[in-house]
């Protein structure tokens, strides 16, 4: 007999250990759904007696406005999640797409969303799993710039910048504190993919009001061994 999978509803303890220290940002996204992927092993294995858990996937909503106003506009900004967190023990053949295309259908039985996603090319990520799934590509992301403290690299811009949330002329307050240590790095560009979940009135208007251009996938090799368990190639 094959293994059998499922995917069901998690909390955010489920998540920790695989968001911590299997996901490559180690660092707690925004978390409003969480999914995860149980393997129920065949018969033969006699020690298998709970269903185990071997993959995580989180939905939350993007902290930038411009990126919820951006996608398909203000009036459909609160529908907005970002698939920002796919994590998997093993990898193996086929979990990835099990994982996001089921976690969709449970979505979507919840609340009607745009889904959008992000594939690292400074990762060497292309995104296969979201052309796996039928997910739209819509190019690459914006040139920006990220935050960044001499000796302390391993911080995100993000967690940076939320240490003076609240506080006007944040940059400058940064430069004062940190002084020549402060500096601004060229993000990398990510590539963009975009689906939709919920009722079918729903995801035909989110469809036609979306803001970018429809693109042929991205092709590409994945040639980072060291990362053969990596669900974002």
């Known amino acids: 007999m094959m293994d059998i999978y499922d995917v069901h509803k ?3 303890k489920d998540c920790e250990k695989y968001i911590l220290t299997i996901h490559y940002a180690k660092r707690w996204p925004s978390i409003s759904y969480a999914y995860g992927l149980f393997l129920n092993r065949n018969e033969g294995d ?20 411009t990126l919820r106003n951006g996608i398909a506009g203000d009036e459909m900004s609160e529908n907005v999640l970002e698939l920002n967190r796919l994590c998997l023990k093993n990898n193996l053949k086929n979990e990835a797409s099990i994982l996001v295309g089921r976690s969709l259908k449970l979505l979507g039985n919840e609340k009607n969303a745009i889904i959008i996603s992000f594939a690292d090319t400074s990762q060497n990520h292309l995104g296969i799993v979201y052309q796996a799934t039928n997910f739209i590509y819509c190019g690459l992301s914006a040139k920006r710039t990220d935050w960044k403290i001499k000796g302390k690299e391993n911080l995100h811009g993000q967690t940076i910048s939320d240490k003076f949330r609240g506080v006007e002329n944040r940059s400058k307050l940064i430069r004062e504190k940190y002084g020549d240590d402060f500096y601004l790095e060229p993000r990398p ?17 989110a469809m036609k009001s979306l803001k970018y251009d ?9 040639t980072n061994a060291k990362k053969k368990n990596d669900p974002y190639r």
């Open 214 to 222: 429809i693109l042929p996938y991205p092709k590409g090799e994945y």
């Open 189 to 205: 560009r990510k590539h963009r993919y975009i689906t939709f979940v919920g009722n079918k009135r729903f995801k035909k208007k």
């Open 46 to 65: 006699w020690f298998a007696l709970l269903p185990e858990l071997v993959g995580v996937i989180t939905y939350g909503t993007p902290s930038s406005p």
């Open 10 to 12: 998690i909390n955010r």
